[in-house]
DNA sequence: TATTGTTATACTCTATAACTATA
DNA sequence: TATAGTTATAGAGTATAACAATA
């Protein structure tokens, strides 16, 4: 499994620049890049699209609860979220279990963009840079990520 | 008009949360958050490793072309060599092709850090978020990104 | 006493634009 | 005229710390 055609004298794996976490945050990089690019003239972030796709995914959260699993501190959270409402992509309710903590869920018009513009923005993206793929290369790729996924790397 | 089932029954694979973007992204972000705080004590940033990796692997380049590679603003990039210059760890040198530009490249002691520290680093931090996978499965992730690097899908 | 959300503030990071020296 | 590097500066993004309401 050694990878040729490397430039310079030492084979690609030998190199970092050749690690799998060098490999994974640039692609990463560039599928962000691309997606916000893509999304600028709905005034999006990366950083949205993820508080979105994670109330869809999980249901209704606190903000300290969405924060900690994308990486965010509470404080930040706060415009965050203040933006997302005052689109009316989300809304803020009271837990009624902890009534210090907000719920905050997606409205009607939240699945609706999630629906109708990010998920094809984000098939058209993907299909733009991973399209080079064998489908079943990238078949296993998902299953791959999911799999740490379910195991907790992702947090 | 948009009849979601998202909430609660969707599999994983119909979310947002599910897409390979998300999943490559928050993977990549576990992977450069615990880099970090592994290298936490020796001042480094995975911006300062990227440098350094990206020297070792493609050889001297100008300030621009680094940053050209990483994606990072040229005006940047001065800030970040200046920083590895007087570590020691890089050195300008006037490229006598195009005397405007530097061929900056790795000093000994910048070849010895990511030889001593960086790699052994980033091999404790792989196994600890990826030793979850088996051999073949890691593997065949790294022939995917390694492709997909290849394919210009990183810049 | 501890925790959620909030606010004010300060800090870090980064890009933009103007300048210099080379091309 | 165009480009590599530099500099100053402004803007975005973020975290830290203190405060209010609730646990």
Known sequence: MTMDGARGSAPATEMLAGTTGWLLHETARRVVAETEEALRGEGLRWRDYGVLGLLQAAGPLSQQEIGRRLGVDRSTMVHLIDALEERGLVE??????????????????GHALLADVLRPVTETVHDRLLGGLAAEDRAHLDRVLAHLADQGVIG
């Not at 309710?93 to 409205?107: E, G, I």
């Open 92 to 109: 803020r309710a009271r837990d009624p279990a902890d009534r210090r903590a907000y719920a905050v869920r997606l409205t009607g018009a």
